[in-house]
């Protein structure tokens, strides 16, 4: 069964350690995030951006397939289904199709009118007892057709949003897409503070969880930060571990090109890697 993002995000928020939302891919992704978050007890996130749900054949099969997963591998930790980065249409599919949770992204309309639609999502969401998720400022970086050029979120707007009655907010503050440049400036955490301030009871959302320090995902979740988005260090493992397995001529050696064989290194080097973030985040024991 999927659930609301709202009572684990609440209870992280309350207990200081954070959720993570791993995006998926594929049957394999989903398979692995949910077998780590039984593992080790810890309430998870799938993530899914509106281009991996039509790459995954619709909302609906995402949708259909995970809530299968769910009771056929014996999952009892609390999974949201997610959708990433949502636009407004996209938003309003998501939930037609049974997600759990949603993001609507209108960080790159005026405030006013990312306000209405805001507004709109929030109130449809509520009727059906779905999480939301809402935007200010955009996070840098571009992650599967998502373009962001990483303006730092105005606390006052952040505020607006959230009084709205949005269940997590995600405020730009220097975070970025994608692997992090050599030059990167590192997180904002006097934005961030301000943020925390103005919304003391608010989750906020943390987006671009690849490649940040453990220092400061650390100080990240002491200013607020209840959820953490990671996606590509989950596709570098994979395709680190892949890479080697046919490097190493493993393919052609008995029927080592059996895909369930060939993709075999890959699904576990994504599930070490959430684990290793559950880790990080505090939330193993938490669900």
């Known amino acids: ?32 995030a949910l077998l780590a978050a039984q593992e080790l007890s810890s309430p ?26 769910v009771e056929s591998l014996g999952i009892t930790v609390p999974v949201a289904l997610h959708l990433d980065h949502g636009s407004y249409e996209g938003a309003k599919k ?24 805001s507004k709109e999502i929030i109130a ?10 809402c935007e200010v400022g955009a996070i840098g970086g571009e992650e599967d057709g998502v373009v962001g050029g990483g303006e730092v979120a105005d606390p006052a707007e952040c505020k607006r949003i959230a009084d709205l009655g949005v269940t997590m907010l995600a405020a730009g503050i220097g975070n970025i897409h994608g692997q992090y440049p050599e030059n990167w400036k590192g997180l904002n955490f006097e934005v961030l503070s301000e943020i ?54 493993k393919d052609r050696q008995g029927k080592g090109f059996d ?9 576990d080097a994504i599930k070490a890697t959430v684990k290793e973030k559950m ?7 938490k669900a």
């Not at 049974?98 to 309309?109: E, L, N, R, T």
């Not at 449809?124 to 998720?133: H, M, P, Q, T």
């Not at 671009?208 to 260090?233: F, H, Q, R, W, Y």
């Not at 895909?259 to 699904?267: F, H, N, T, V």
């Open 44 to 69: 998870i996130i799938l993530g899914v951006s509106e281009g991996a749900g039509k790459y995954m054949c619709g909302f609906e099969t995402v949708a259909a397939m995970t809530k299968a997963m």
């Open 1 to 32: 069964m999927l659930v609301s993002a709202k009572d684990m995000l609440t209870k992280a928020h309350e207990g200081h350690y954070a959720v993570g939302q791993f995006n998926i891919n594929n049957l394999e992704w989903t398979k692995m």
């Open 259 to 267: 895909p369930r064989k060939l993709l075999a290194p890959g699904c």
């Open 196 to 249: 925390q301030k103005l919304n003391p009871s608010m989750p906020l959302v943390l987006h671009g969880g690849t490649g940040i320090p453990a220092d400061m995902i650390k100080k990240a979740i002491s200013l607020g930060v209840s959820k953490i988005n990671v996606n590509t260090e989950c596709q570098l493992s994979f395709a680190a571990a892949t890479r080697k397995y046919i490097e190493e001529g």
């Open 124 to 133: 449809l969401a509520a009727s059906k007892g779905i999480s939301v998720e």
């Open 94 to 117: 998501a939930i037609a199709a049974g997600f759990s949770s949603v993001m609507f992204d209108g960080s790159h309309y005026p405030i006013e009118e990312n306000i209405e639609k």
């Open 279 to 285: 880790e990080l985040f505090g939330s193993v024991g």
